[in-house]
């Protein structure tokens, strides 16, 4: 079964430009998340999709950054314009949620390789 | 245990001997736990997962203790080997059940030595 695809794997930029990246998730998985990871620190949620719905953006800088996933498949992030501190590796992670008849659900989140931003 | 910066908390280990990683959490409603492995220029890897009506699972040389009362939780590495080396995330589940938002810690690093 394939993995997670993200890319670019690697992007560096100038502060104020814009930059975009692409997410593909494991076929099959309705729910797709975006992390921000700067060095040294865990993932930090962004944004989290249930199909082409957002289920939760309460931690994305929406000034800036803007994510979607219009067919519920793919996913595209996009920050613009980018400062110094975006500089971080952007996560990409699916999950293929399930709701059991009690009540409960499953849910394991699979990552992609990330892209590492760096804005100078 | 908790980092400042760049300054992951590192646990070195001989090749072979057990690990213990510790983690504390910060919500007593966190109903699900897991735990992650990423090694440098990759993304985290799931190692295992367990929830907060279980104080013990087990996998393929990995154990997860959950202590609620104390808000702990741990993962030990059996005879730890080179390819263990990385750094260790737990991560816990803050939305409540049918929700899953995970809040990751700020990992620790495995070192092993051969």
């Known amino acids: 079964e394939a993995g997670v695809a993200q890319s670019p794997r690697y992007k560096i930029i100038e502060k104020r430009q814009s930059v975009a990246f692409w997410c593909n998730p494991i076929s099959g998985h309705a729910t797709l998340y975006w992390y921000q990871q700067i060095l040294g620190q865990g993932p930090k949620l962004l944004i989290q999709f249930q199909n082409n719905g957002v289920v939760d953006d309460s931690q994305l800088p929406k000034d800036r950054f803007s994510a979607e996933r219009l067919k519920g498949v793919d996913s595209t992030l996009k920050i613009q314009p980018a400062k110094l501190e975006d500089s971080a590796v952007y996560l990409c992670?699916?999950?293929?949620?399930?709701?059991?008849?009690?009540?409960?659900?499953?849910?394991?989140?699979?990552f992609g390789p990330g892209t590492r931003l760096t804005v100078l | 245990g908790e980092s400042v910066g760049l300054h992951l908390p590192t646990l070195s280990v001989q090749e072979g001997d057990n690990s213990i990683i510790n983690c504390a959490y910060s919500?007593?409603?966190?109903?699900?736990f897991i735990w992650y492995k990423q090694e440098s220029g990759k993304g985290p890897q799931f190692i295992i997962d367990i929830r907060s009506n279980m104080d013990k699972r087990q996998g393929q040389r990995v154990t997860v203790l959950l202590n609620k009362t104390v808000k702990h939780l741990s993962l030990q590495i059996a005879a730890t080997q080179p390819g263990d080396s990385a750094v260790y995330f737990c991560?816990?589940?803050?939305?409540?059940?049918?929700?899953?938002?995970?809040?990751f810690g700020k990992g620790t690093k495995l070192s092993v030595i051969p």
């Open positions: 991560a816990e589940n803050i939305g409540g059940a049918g929700s899953y938002q995970l809040t």
């Open positions: 992670a699916s999950s293929l949620v399930f709701f059991g008849t009690s009540g409960g659900a499953s849910d394991t989140q699979y």
């Open positions: 919500n007593s409603a966190s109903d699900y």
